[in-house]
C-alpha cells in the first residue's frame, strides 16, 4: 500500500518504527496525495521521539514552579541573599503567598532584620532570585510560623 511502512522497515527518520496511528495517517496522505507518496517518504515529517531524559526535565520544570520548590532554591541559595554569618542565623521555613517566613535563631537577628534598611536589600535579592514571585519576608523566632 502506498505511503504504509511495513514494521520491519523503519522510517526516512531511521530513529523509529511507525506507530499504528502514523501508518494510517501515511495511508491517508498517500490516497491523498496519489502515486508519488512511496513507502517510507512521509516518514520525516512524523514526529521525532524524545528521550525520556527531555520529558522528565520538562516535567520538573513544571514542578519547579510551585512554592515547595521554590522554597528548596531559596534554600539553596540563602547565603548569597543573606551572607554566611547570618544564613547560620536566619532560616528560610515556609512560603505564604508572596511573602517568606524566617525563624530567627536569636532575638537580636530578629530584631536587627525587621528594620527597613536591613530588610530591604534582602528583599531585593529575594525578588530577583524567585523572578518576583517573592517580595516581602516575616521573621518569627524560632519553632514560630
Known amino acids: 500500500m502506498l505511503g504504509k511502512d511495513t514494521p520491519e522497515e523503519p522510517l526516512a527518520s531511521k ?6 496511528f502514523e ?3 501515511d495511508a491517508l496522505v498517500a490516497d491523498w496525495v496519489g502515486a ?24 520538573l520544570a513544571k ?3 510551585d512554592g515547595d520548590s521554590l522554597l528548596e532554591r531559596i534554600a539553596d541559595s540563602w547565603k548569597e541573599v543573606v551572607g ?15 511573602t517568606l517566613v524566617v525563624s530567627a535563631m536569636n532575638q537580636t537577628y530578629l530584631f536587627v ?20 514571585r517573592i517580595r516581602d519576608f516575616r521573621i518569627v523566632s524560632q519553632g514560630r510560623r
Open 23 to 25: 501508518r494510517r495517517l
Open 36 to 59: 508519488d507518496a512511496t513507502p517510507g517518504v512521509l516518514g520525516k515529517f512524523h514526529r521525532q521521539p524524545r528521550q525520556i531524559g527531555v520529558a522528565v526535565e520538562r516535567f
Open 84 to 98: 554566611e554569618q547570618t544564613s547560620t542565623q536566619l532560616k528560610p521555613l515556609e512560603i505564604k503567598g508572596d
Open 113 to 132: 532584620f525587621q528594620q527597613p534598611q536591613m530588610k530591604a536589600p534582602i528583599i531585593q535579592r529575594l525578588s530577583e532570585l524567585t523572578e518576583g
Open 15 to 20: 530513529k523509529h518504527f511507525p506507530t499504528a
Open 63 to 65: 514542578i519547579h514552579q
